[in-house]
């Protein structure tokens, strides 16, 4: 399947000679409802090295999620593999599996990743604490970034929808992962507010994260060096 490589226009080049992060190689998965079979990755091949950003898009249903959750080891793919810093992923022990993303990937998911009953401020010191990396100081620098400065003290139930995805990435961002796997990290916010979002991005691709990030935003998508486009779970063709 041929990957889309498009151009943003003023995005960075991709590093050259930069390692790659991570990969994933002939991706299948497949779910079942009685009989009924659902293909969602059919043979999904994707690498995102150090220092570039990626962008996912397609319409819903398409596998993006379904792509993230295999490479973030969170869902095991029926067929192909994933590696992770050189490291294979793919069909090992969840508990090795769950040390790989701690110390590889900060990600933010659809269900988001905060603790209902922690301040947004403890939900960071909380990431930075089981990953042994990350500081109060860059925890508050983030959520100033991010437009949360005045809200660190607030539970997830008291943020707005856009906040809750802004919070999400903040946790992702906290332990400065080597990867960084998103899905709609803009979503529910204005114009405004993404644009601090893009900055935030931007400054984490120049510090060498790899990105990847699945958004139904054609503004978050042209940002990035290079978009994929998603179709009944393949990359497609344009």
């Not at 590696?83 to 790989?100: C, H, K, V, Y």
């Not at 269900?111 to 100081?137: E, F, T, Y």
């Not at 660190?152 to 906290?174: F, H, I, K, N």
């Not at 990105?211 to 344009?238: C, K, Y």
């Amino acid at each position: 399947m041929g990957e889309v490589a498009t151009r943003a226009t003023g995005a960075a080049a991709r590093p050259r000679g930069a390692s790659v992060a991570l990969r994933g190689v002939d991706l299948y998965r497949f779910f079942h409802d009685g009989d009924a079979e659902t293909l969602a990755l059919r043979g999904v091949s994707v690498q995102v090295a150090a220092g570039e950003w990626v962008a996912v898009v397609g319409a819903s249903g398409s596998g993006k999620s379904t792509l993230l959750n295999c490479l973030a080891g969170l869902d095991e793919p029926d067929g192909g593999h994933v590696d992770l810093l050189g490291r294979r992923l793919t069909r090992r022990p969840e508990a090795e599996r769950a040390r790989q993303r701690a110390a590889g990937i900060g990600i933010l998911m659809q269900s988001h990743n905060l603790l209902p009953s922690l301040s947004l401020i403890d939900n960071l010191r909380l990431a930075s604490a089981l990953c042994g990396r990350g500081d109060r100081h860059h925890a508050r620098r983030l959520l100033e970034q991010l437009g949360l400065g005045e809200r660190g003290q607030a539970r997830p139930a008291q943020l707005s929808g856009g906040e809750v995805a802004r919070a999400g990435l903040a946790v992702a961002l906290v332990a400065s992962p080597p990867v960084l796997l998103a899905d709609e990290p803009t979503g529910e916010v204005d114009a405004a507010t993404e644009q601090q979002v893009f900055e935030v991005l931007r400054a984490q691709r120049a510090a060498g994260t790899a990105i990847l990030v699945a958004t139904h935003s054609e503004a978050l998508a042209a940002q990035a060096d290079r978009v994929l486009r998603m179709q009944d779970g393949r990359i497609g063709d344009d």
